[in-house]
């Protein structure tokens, strides 16, 4: 009987984690679905090997137990042998009382070296674990385990990405989200298969096993939702919150999901991010700026009075400490920095223009340095 290679079905390597595994199956499994390939047995049977495959490598103990008794199968180890040592660790485990299964859509393989479909001790197929109590393979068939099981898998965490205004960055605020989540799918608890079993004196017999209906196969369904989210003051563009069991949805809440969730803060027209700073373009006219002058200058929340020096160049930097962004957590407060950005009057009447006039020729009296005698010098 050819071993059959589940890592190799998936396309994942042998040591890929449990989020690799699981979006390389959903990627295919949505790929080789049947009501995106309908009269096609390729894509039928191809879906039936992915299913097949994440039943066993997308949950940790059926993992488990692949990885140490595939080497065996390929070593020429009997299926007994096989199947008593699989029933060892099983009631080692405490897993109790085992079942009967008969094929179904699982390959001879699966049926062989795992017992059947949904066989005694394996957890959900979707990636998760049998619930305490009680050991369940697919939707529609479970059985007294008479021992305690594995804690049930969380569900998966959700990334969303919030944009908000600089002023709710500084002062914090509330924003409601709409969010699309992948919950588990309540059909077939996540397994993505629907079992068909009989019962036969003590013992429950699955006779085939298909794709759920309600979540194709996948194990997850798409849920909307909307939360109410609170930005704290002082966060930073690209600061992660999470918001714990705000994610995918599980039979039990403690086994939630987190939601990751990014803030962007949108450019503002005067203020400029630099880190936890806030830079400002401040505009002066030359004379404020030959003279010395208190103007006025805005503020996130408001204004200040400024007191520009005498003779203050354009690009000199006044800072506000602590005007920034607030402090948050470790983070310190940023500052307010203000560049002076020196102008000169254009529209000059005729007194105007005299006055400057008169002001040009007795800098040039007085011998002021031509401004620009530094970039003539010889190189």
Not at 62 to 87: C, P
Request: charged share 30%.
């Amino acid at each position: 009987m050819e071993f059959r290679d589940y890592y190799k079905t998936l396309g994942v390597d042998r040591k890929a984690g449990e989020a690799e595994i699981k979006s390389a199956y959903r990627k295919l499994a949505r790929k080789f679905h049947p009501d995106v390939n309908p009269n096609n047995k390729d894509a039928e049977a191809k879906f039936k090997q992915l299913n097949e495959a994440y039943q066993v490598i997308g949950d940790a103990d059926k993992r488990k137990k692949y990885d140490e008794l595939g080497a065996d199968w390929e070593h020429g180890v009997s299926q007994e042998e096989m199947m008593r040592r699989y029933a060892r660790q099983q009631s080692a485990a405490g897993a109790g009382a085992g079942a009967e299964f008969a094929g179904g859509d699982f390959s001879d393989f699966f049926s062989q070296f795992f017992g059947g479909a949904g066989a005694s001790g394996f957890g959900r197929g979707a990636g998760g674990r049998s619930r305490a109590g009680s050991s369940r393979g697919f939707s529609g068939f479970d059985f007294d385990a008479g021992g305690v099981g594995a804690e049930p898998a969380r569900a998966p965490d959700l990334r969303a990405e919030v944009r908000i205004p600089l002023v709710d960055a500084v002062k914090g605020a509330k924003r409601r989200l709409d969010l699309v989540a992948e919950d588990e799918c309540a059909t077939c608890r996540g397994s993505g298969m629907i079992a068909r079993e009989e019962k036969q004196g003590n013992a429950r017999v699955i006779r085939s096993a298909e794709p759920c209906p309600t979540c194709g196969g996948v194990g997850v369904v798409q849920a909307r939702r909307t939360l109410e989210v609170t930005i704290p003051a002082g966060v930073a563009d690209g600061t992660q919150l999470r918001l714990k069991g705000q994610g995918g949805r599980a039979p039990r809440p403690d086994q939630n999901g987190d939601l990751f969730l990014t803030v962007r803060i949108e450019p503002n027209p005067v203020f400029a991010l630099a880190g936890r700073d806030l830079r400002v373009s401040l505009p002066v006219w030359d004379y404020e700026a030959a003279l010395g002058a208190e103007i006025t200058a805005p503020t996130v929340d408001g204004r200040v009075s400024l007191k520009i020096l005498p003779g203050s160049q354009a690009g000199r930097v006044m800072r506000l400490r602590g005007r920034g962004l607030p402090a948050r957590g470790k983070e310190p407060a940023g500052d307010l920095l203000y560049e002076l950005k020196v102008l000169a009057p254009t529209d000059l009447n005729a007194k105007e223009r005299a006055l400057m006039q008169d002001l040009a020729d007795s800098l040039k009296a007085r011998g002021i340095a031509d401004p620009r005698a530094e970039l003539m010098a010889p190189k």
